[in-house]
């Protein structure tokens, strides 16, 4: 009895971190969006805003911006490029994007030269969705190879 609550209780706070997420999949890219708007700057978006557990659930919560970016390639986004960080974004000029990543740092390979990468292609303007290391989910995505416990663009 006593574990089958826990159990409840853990799912439960597990669901309401994945509405966490969707929301927050949302407000950052409102600003990374408002971001490039203002600035002028193209938008790459950095994870495929329909793949993953969350876009399943509970639909895409931020759009494919000016290039979209992923593993996958992005297949139902206008303008993509398929590859996994840090390579494929060679081409890309230096502080020349608003950059909006939706965890994806936690798969890479080459985590270090995946952030200077896109340190260098977004300068000040990254906007970093992480899974939230307090949560059940961080420790068992999928693939992942780590969790992130801050944001390596501060």
Same mark, same amino acid.
């Given at each position: ?5 826990? /159990? ?6 597990? /669901?309401?971190?994945?509405?966490? %997420?969707?929301?927050? %999949? ?8 408002? #971001?490039?708007?203002?600035? $002028?700057?193209?938008?790459?978006? /950095?994870?495929?805003?329909? &793949? =993953?557990?969350?876009? =399943? @659930? ?6 494919? $911006? ?14 993509? #490029?398929? &590859?996994?960080?840090?390579? $494929?974004?060679? *081409?890309?000029?230096? *502080?020349?994007? /608003? @950059? ?8 890479? *390979? ?9 340190? #260098? @292609? =977004?300068?000040?303007?990254? +906007?970093?969705? %992480? ?11 999928? =693939?992942?190879? %780590?969790?992130? +416990? ?5």
């Amino acid at each position: 009895m006593k574990v089958s609550i826990i /159990v409840a209780v853990v799912i439960v706070y597990e /669901v309401l971190c994945s509405f966490q %997420r969707q929301h927050l %999949r949302s407000e950052v890219y409102k600003c990374a969006y408002e #971001r490039a708007e203002e600035t $002028g700057k193209p938008l790459l978006v /950095v994870g495929d805003p329909h &793949n =993953g557990i969350g876009s =399943g @659930i509970h639909g895409a919560a931020y759009g494919c $911006g000016d290039l979209c970016f992923d593993l996958t390639g992005c297949p139902q986004c206008p303008s993509a #490029r398929k &590859n996994a960080l840090p390579r $494929g974004m060679e *081409d890309l000029p230096d *502080d020349s994007h /608003v @950059i909006f990543i939706s965890y994806v740092l936690e798969y890479v *390979d080459d985590y270090d030269e995946s952030v200077q990468e896109l340190k #260098r @292609i =977004g300068g000040d303007d990254i +906007y970093l969705l %992480r899974v939230q290391p307090w949560c059940l989910t961080a420790l068992l995505y999928p =693939g992942a190879k %780590r969790v992130l +416990y801050s944001d390596p663009f501060c």
